[in-house]
């Protein structure tokens, strides 16, 4: 039987070639971490692209009950109340962006409470234009 792994040659240690997951931060602790401020920024523009996609489906239900909307904002709020650690998971991106995702949950679940309370043409929107970042438009400004 033929596996994908093979042994190494006699004399040569067995994954000397392979790479060590750990090496990167090892090299990290002893050197620093090198700032890369162009790349945070590129990572908080998306993480706030993320945050604001998730509200405008968390919100879509309370503005165009439908269906469709029902399931976005159903996944939207599954996603804010996950407590995951993922990279793109609600926690994280609350975090880069410096905010506190407890404090995000509450004021999402009081505000959406009491447009709830609210006849339809009476609702205001936390995210009005849905895929659009802030950033954007204020360059554009």
């Avoid at 405008?56 to 996603?79: D, G, I, R, Y």
């Avoid at 506190?100 to 509450?106: G, Q, Y």
Wanted: glycine residues 6%; aromatic residues 8%; positive net charge.
């Amino acid at each position: 039987m033929n596996s994908v792994v093979r042994d190494a040659p006699p004399g040569f240690p067995r994954g000397l070639f392979s790479p060590d997951p750990l090496f990167r931060f090892q090299y990290e602790n002893a050197h620093g971490v090198k700032e890369n401020p162009a790349g945070q920024q590129a990572l908080k523009s998306l993480m706030l692209a993320v945050l604001e996609n998730g509200l405008a489906c968390f919100q879509s239900c309370v503005f165009q009950p439908s269906a469709t909307n029902k399931a976005l904002s159903q996944e939207a709020e599954e996603w804010i109340a996950s407590e995951d650690d993922e990279v793109f998971s609600f926690n994280n991106v609350c975090e880069t962006l410096g905010l506190d995702p407890e404090k995000m949950r509450k004021g999402l679940r009081q505000w959406k409470a009491k447009q709830m309370r609210l006849p339809l043409q009476e609702r205001r929107p936390l995210v009005t234009n849905k895929g659009k970042s802030q950033i954007k438009r204020r360059k554009a400004a």
